[in-house]
């Protein structure tokens, strides 16, 4: 079963940048397509991005040009390199699979905050 944990997130004013993270336990891991995906208090969860294994990737329109997703299958691990961040850009970010049905399960999520 594989695991995902999310990291980076923070406090950052607008026009900030950060950096997330996303570990995942398993081999399985690097044949995925896999995304990056943020829920707002009150919204439900969207994707942010995403990024297959053969490292095509894809962006929500909100985000194009500000955010780059990568991977690393060697590390079993994708990231999320956040510029010029949002005020509208505040959500618990997380990870997972992407264009399947069967995902793995959820972590616990890595908060991002942008103050205007």
């Known amino acids: 079963q594989v695991q995902l944990v999310e990291s980076g997130g923070g406090l950052v004013q607008a026009g900030g940048s950060l950096r997330l993270s996303c570990a995942a336990s398993?081999?399985?891991?690097?044949?995925?397509?896999m995304g990056w995906y943020r829920q707002a208090p009150g919204k439900q969860r969207e994707l942010v991005a995403a990024i297959t294994n053969g490292a095509k990737t894809l962006y929500t329109d909100s985000v194009k040009g500000r955010f780059t997703i990568s991977r690393d299958n060697a590390k079993n691990t994708v990231s999320l390199q956040m510029n010029s961040l949002k005020p509208e850009d505040t959500a618990v970010y997380y990870c997972n699979k992407f264009g399947v049905f069967d995902l793995y399960p959820w972590g616990q999520g890595t908060q991002v905050t942008v103050s205007s």
């Open positions: 398993g081999s399985i891991f690097s044949i995925s397509a």
